[in-house]
């Protein structure tokens, strides 16, 4: 079955330093969300990503979309405190369901 | 918010005891689907209901059953509670099934003892 990968599963960063996760799918996907949980809460939408190559941006946050539409990455730029949680990567693939990654938990310190 | 309500936010049940929780979708939404997330990991797939009918499922046991109502509000049952069904179960909505941003509720945290 389909499987989404994410890397890395924990990061710890200073406050203003940059953060990557990255995220692989066993399959070709139709398309990619990423969401964001944070400690006690649910997951929240971020964004979908669709076109292969595709690169969208929120503020501070830029997203990727590989071009065998097969992997993704979120960067933040300058992290802030507000940025601790967990981000996922869902995967959907025709005729399937989103398929979430395990998740990378960003930790900040101040 | 999402406007997804899901009940009750807790409780505790013993193995092989029975267990239903409820959600009610965002306002428009046709769709629902639930998932459960073991600590530390990611939502897992369980099932979704589309207009009152069942529209995909998981790697779930038939003992983990559904349903949606005609006001699209959904129904989690699972039966014969196993020690590993301890998770948080989170119901989300959405307007289209197969496709779109997921709305999720604030969840029902799960202790099997």
């Known amino acids: 079955g389909q499987q989404v990968m994410q890397i890395p599963q924990y990061q710890h960063v200073q406050e203003g330093e940059d953060f990557t996760t990255y995220c692989n799918s066993s399959?070709?996907?139709?398309?990619i969300q990423w969401y964001k949980q944070r400690p006690g809460g649910h997951p929240v939408f971020l964004i979908q990503?669709?076109?292969?190559?595709e690169v969208k941006k929120q503020k501070r946050l830029t997203f990727q979309f590989g071009e065998a539409k097969k992997n993704s990455s979120l960067h933040i730029t300058a992290t802030q405190t507000t940025d601790v949680g967990t981000y996922f990567c869902?995967?959907?693939?025709?005729?399937?369901?989103?398929?979430f990654g395990e998740g990378t938990q960003l930790t900040v310190n101040p | 918010e999402t406007g997804v309500t899901q009940s009750p936010t807790h409780l505790i049940k013993t193995r092989g005891q029975q267990v239903t929780l409820r959600c009610s979708s965002q306002s428009g939404h046709n769709t629902v689907s639930w998932y459960q997330q073991a600590l530390g990991q990611g939502p897992q797939f369980i099932f979704q209901?589309?207009?009152?009918?069942?529209?995909g499922r998981g790697n779930f046991p038939p003992r983990f059953s559904g349903l949606q109502f005609p006001n699209y509000s959904s129904e989690l049952n699972v039966n014969a509670l196993e020690l590993d069904d301890s998770a948080l179960y989170l119901c989300?909505?959405?307007?289209?099934?197969?496709?779109?941003?997921?709305?999720f509720g604030e969840g029902s945290r799960l202790t099997v003892l």
């Open positions: 989300a909505s959405s307007f289209l099934a197969n496709t779109g941003e997921l709305f």
């Open positions: 869902a995967g959907e693939t025709s005729g399937s369901r989103l398929t």
């Open positions: 209901y589309y207009r009152e009918e069942e529209n």
């Open positions: 399959t070709t996907l139709s398309n």
């Open positions: 990503l669709v076109k292969s190559g």
